[in-house]
């Protein structure tokens, strides 16, 4: 017996002294368990409006981590009670657990398994593999060991239930408990609490999502062991144990729909921080508002609807031609909307059944069951299958609404919905401060759920009319002034190398004699507008065009461009209007606000835009060729104030002369208007804008703005190739979004109209007023015709016209 005692005791010291030598050998390859004082979890990229609504969140591990406080008792109990009920006592391992790991792996000879406490899985999880091997084991004693003496028993255990892997991408209890039950964890029930304490052994087969089955039994299991610990009472047990395991996937719940916007900030923040801004705590402050970018969203949908409406009704599919089903039995409605999607703002839904009697179709629709569509809010569909050319208009529902048609509906309130389409056509709209360049709204389609692709930033189509302004902008730059006289008569210019002619058309097809440019821009006179390019120059044009930021290729420099042969963005093209808007100066447009790492928030940028300057002089010449005024534009640079391009004067008379294509103007034969009185209707005179509309109407535009927003709108097909149709029209297709969207987003606002500087004065020319840069150095040049003379008129010093003869180098053959 003493020899056993003795040699056990013998054993017991080489093994000891093994241990203490294997831990020396090994320390200095451990991990520094100091780092778990700063540890940061792989946190998702989120990203808010700028009243602070989320709209969008990327990663895929999702994670919200809680301080320990901030996790109920109940819940930590739970996880106490099934992973490691000794916690508190323990210095990190479970020798009880660790003998029954080791006996099990001895006794089948394969490699170790068993209870490993809290302490344990957190040096796994946050050090080690989890792979089951002798040395690994041991390494992770020695951690355990280590992180006992480095932290305090509720950090470990913060960091463990922050960390934990529950299923459905889901890390930690505060992010299992959102995906699986939509709730914050002090919303929890007993029961639910128990199934998330219960995943950890293996969440894909124990989630309540997956298997409900096996996680009522492994809550059982868990609420068992609570109830054994004393943590809960009988009765919490027994009502808890008989909870219904009600779960599904939820997504991040967004409080605003922005979501090009979240995927332009999401690339944008990729490109600049790389792949970490999916981990790493990232959150993100646009510079959008959600009540602006919700009344952008709704403008959008409201015009491409109106116009789809315009166009027709498209014969749905009939599921009944290809599935035999009982339209009376909801599962089987189900199954078969089940693969449709629901965008914003419709739903997909069945036609069941169509009442004589009332006119009405009763529909069952997708995740909200059955609802009605009366006579008038679908009596726009009658004009299908060409009978609006026949001018036969079925007065019954039934004569194109039939029972198993699939159709898209709106609700409009109660149960009441309204019957539309998924429409061909799409939209864009595009909005900015035009003092600093933040981008107020962006919308870049008709639905991110239907297509991705952003037209605000990625389309390139034809301007159109909505080139002219900057082409005016370059003729009040080289002499001519808003009251310069040009021919409104068709023209025809022959091509010498492909031996053609061009002959562009004014639309509509009306021409006036001789009208001042003025005019001639607020009715957009297409013809006028070809030879106002070709008495200044196409080179000229370019160079005075490049200024707002437009890249002009080689090849589109030739007449065309005066009409819009140039394919832009609308962001560039807003980017363009706003420097009539701010007074010449060209700002930057920008997305991102702010953006903070980690839960403390911490600011790593913030923009700081160059804005337009209000109160400067010009710093620069009113010429076509680029012309610092050296001083003006120091302080430009001192102030961190924009590059101005144009100067205040330029700025304002071809905003002024916008505001006269809403509200109209005056000229030689008194009052005319011009093509966005439309607008009127928003009843501010601070307003100005410019329709365009390409050839066969491919493309309708709208850019306008007043004192501080500026706002474009597109309208078109993707396939460049299909018309808009007959009569769709800048002024008809996308002004009506600018105008929903501009009524809301200048409520309430003082009326800021573009204020003349003091390089603008005022003068009579034959019998209404002008206005005229006050510029002694550039001579300004008007047109007139007498008996088919031309005169030339310059203004004296102070601006006011002085008339003489003049045969200079304005190209004069060029505009007959």
């Known amino acids: 017996m003493r020899r056993i005692i003795w040699f056990c005791i013998l054993l017991g010291s080489l093994l000891t002294a093994a241990g203490c030598f294997y831990y020396y050998h090994t320390q200095s390859a451990l991990p520094d368990v100091n780092e778990l004082k700063d540890v940061t979890f792989e946190t998702p990229l989120l990203i808010y409006t700028k009243d602070r609504k989320l709209i969008a969140e990327f990663g895929q591990h999702r994670r919200i981590p809680l301080a320990i406080h901030q996790i109920p008792e109940r819940l930590k109990n739970a996880f106490l009670a099934i992973e490691d009920a000794r916690f508190y006592e323990h210095v990190g391992i479970d020798p009880i657990g660790i003998v029954r790991a080791a006996y099990a792996g001895l006794s089948s000879g394969k490699k170790v398994q068993g209870a490993s406490t809290i302490t344990q899985q957190v040096a796994r999880n946050f050090f080690l593999s989890n792979e089951k091997t002798f040395s690994r084991k041991i390494k992770e004693i ?53 199934i998330i304490a219960g995943l950890p052994k293996a969440p894909s087969n124990l989630n309540p999502i997956s298997n409900p089955d096996n996680a009522k039994k492994r809550r059982h299991l868990v609420l068992n062991r609570m109830l054994q610990l004393n943590m809960i009472t ?18 991040a719940k967004l409080e605003a729909y922005a979501p090009y916007v979240a995927e332009s900030i999401r690339q944008k923040m990729e490109n600049t ?57 909801e599962e089987s409605l189900k199954k078969v909307l089940k693969p449709y999607k629901a965008f914003e703002y419709v739903s997909p839904a069945i036609a069941v059944a169509a009442d004589s009697k009332t006119n009405a179709v009763t529909v069952y629709i997708k995740d909200k069951g059955p609802g009605t569509i009366s006579y008038d809010h679908m009596k726009w569909a009658k004009n299908t299958r060409n009978d609006v050319k026949s001018g036969n208009f079925p007065a019954k529902v039934a004569q194109f609404i039939k029972p198993g048609d699939l159709v898209y509906v709106e609700h409009l309130k109660d149960n009441q919905y309204a019957l539309r389409q998924i429409p061909a056509v799409q939209s864009a709209l595009i909005s900015l401060d035009s003092h600093t360049g933040a981008i107020k709204a962006m919308v870049g389609g008709y639905s991110f759920a239907q297509n991705t692709f952003n037209r605000v930033e990625q389309a390139k189509r034809q301007a159109g009319s909505n080139i002219k302004p900057f082409l005016y902008s370059a003729a009040l730059a080289d002499r001519f002034t808003l009251a310069s006289l040009m021919l409104d008569e068709r023209i025809s210019i022959w091509n010498p190398w492909s031996k053609t002619s061009w002959s562009p058309k004014n639309s509509p097809n009306v021409y006036e004699g001789l ?47 005066a009409l819009g042969a140039f394919e832009v963005s609308p962001l560039e093209l807003v980017t363009g209007y706003a420097t009539f808007s701010n007074g ?8 991102i606000d702010t953006v903070t790492l980690g839960d403390s928030e911490q600011i790593i940028y913030k923009a700081k835009p160059y804005d337009a300057c209000n109160d400067c002089p010009n710093a620069v010449v009113n010429s076509i060729k680029p012309e610092l005024i050296p001083e003006e534009a120091e302080q ?11 100067t205040h004067g330029n700025a304002f008379l071809i905003a002024n002369t916008l505001h006269s294509v809403i509200w109209g103007g005056s000229g030689p034969r008194g009052r005319y208007n011009g093509t966005g009185t439309r607008a009127r209707a928003m009843k501010r005179d601070d307003i100005a804008g410019k329709t365009g509309t390409t050839n066969e109407s491919r493309d309708a535009w709208f850019s306008g703005f007043n004192g501080n927003t500026v706002t474009t709108v597109w309208v078109g097909f993707d396939n460049y190739a299909k018309s808009l149709g007959h009569g769709e029209s800048g002024g008809k297709s996308a002004l009506p979004i600018w105008i929903e969207f501009m009524n809301y987003a200048l409520k309430g606002t003082e009326e800021t109209p573009v204020e003349p500087g003091e390089d603008i004065i005022t003068s009579n020319i034959s019998g ?36 003489r003869n003049d045969t200079g180098d304005g190209g004069l053959d060029d505009i007959m």
């Open 142 to 194: 020695f951690l355990s060991w280590k992180i006992e003496q480095t932290l305090t028993k509720d950090e470990i255990l913060e960091l463990y239930l922050n960390k934990i892997a529950l299923g459905h991408h889901s890390y930690g209890v505060a992010a299992a408990a959102y995906v699986y039950f939509g709730k914050t964890v002090d919303e929890l029930t007993l029961g639910e609490m128990a």
């Open 234 to 251: 009988p009765e919490e047990y027994q009502e808890a144990d008989n909870e219904p395991v009600s779960a599904y996937y939820h997504t």
């Open 273 to 329: 921080y790389g792949e970490g801004v999916y981990t790493e705590g990232y959150k993100v402050y646009a510079s959008i508002d959600s009540g602006t970018q919700h009344v952008a969203n709704r403008a959008v949908y409201d015009g491409i609807t109106a116009y789809d409406m315009r166009h027709g009704y498209r014969t749905p599919e009939n599921i009944l031609k290809t599935q035999n089903i009982d339209l009376n039995d």
């Open 515 to 561: 009208i001042p440019i003025r005019e001639a821009l607020t009715k957009s006179k297409n013809v006028v507008s070809v030879r106002l390019i070709r008495a200044l120059g196409v080179n000229k044009f370019v160079t005075h065009f490049t200024k707002f930021g437009f890249n002009v290729k080689k090849y589109q420099k030739n007449d065309s461009i």
């Open 584 to 591: 010449g100066y060209k700002i930057e447009p920008y997305l």
């Open 636 to 646: 430009l640079v001192k102030g961190h104030h924009a590059e101005q391009i144009i």
């Open 768 to 803: 209404y007023k002008e206005f005229f840069i006050k510029d002694s150095n550039v001579a300004a040049r008007t047109y007139v015709s007498e008996e088919e003379d031309f005169k030339v008129e310059r203004p004296a010093g102070n601006g006011t016209p002085s008339h």
